[in-house]
């Protein structure tokens, strides 16, 4: 053991004689459980601290990610009423539109950014 363990553990056995070597081989065992139990028990206090710290960093990460997510989604939404406003104002002045083909390109959901559509490119 350490020095500066409890000796409290030494005050009541006795000094070793040769009729007493039950009671020595308790004693030692005893003290060689404790010190492993101490061991296994610093051990467990660091996985858990490691674990916390982890936790911590990923957590951290996944705010991070978060928020970066969160900026993309604005962009992307306030590109798609960009575009949208330009398809709006592009859709009087196209000669390759007709009442049928808007149908196509809207559908029964007007206004739906998640469908799908072909639109043929013109430079603006």
Same mark, same amino acid.
């Not at 990610?65 to 398809?87: D, G, H, Q």
């Given at each position: 053991m350490a020095q500066?363990? *409890?000796n409290s *553990? $030494?005050?009541y056995t006795k000094s070793p004689s040769p009729g007493n070597k039950q009671g020595s081989t308790d004693d030692v065992r005893k003290v060689m459980r =404790?010190?492993? #139990? =101490?061991i296994a028990a610093q051990k &467990?206090?660091?996985r /858990? $601290? /490691?674990k916390a710290d982890s936790l911590h960093l !990923?957590? !951290? #990460?996944l705010e991070k990610e978060n928020a970066a997510l969160r900026k993309e989604v604005k962009r992307l939404t306030e590109e798609a009423k960009y575009l949208s406003t330009v398809l709006s104002n592009h859709e009087p002045l196209c000669t390759?539109? &007709?009442g049928a083909s808007t149908e196509i390109l809207y559908g029964a959901h007007h206004g739906a950014f998640h469908q799908h559509i072909s639109v043929p490119h013109y430079p603006l």
């Amino acid at each position: 053991m350490a020095q500066g363990s *409890d000796n409290s *553990d $030494t005050s009541y056995t006795k000094s070793p004689s040769p009729g007493n070597k039950q009671g020595s081989t308790d004693d030692v065992r005893k003290v060689m459980r =404790r010190e492993k #139990n =101490r061991i296994a028990a610093q051990k &467990s206090r660091m996985r /858990q $601290t /490691q674990k916390a710290d982890s936790l911590h960093l !990923e957590s !951290e #990460n996944l705010e991070k990610e978060n928020a970066a997510l969160r900026k993309e989604v604005k962009r992307l939404t306030e590109e798609a009423k960009y575009l949208s406003t330009v398809l709006s104002n592009h859709e009087p002045l196209c000669t390759g539109l &007709s009442g049928a083909s808007t149908e196509i390109l809207y559908g029964a959901h007007h206004g739906a950014f998640h469908q799908h559509i072909s639109v043929p490119h013109y430079p603006l």
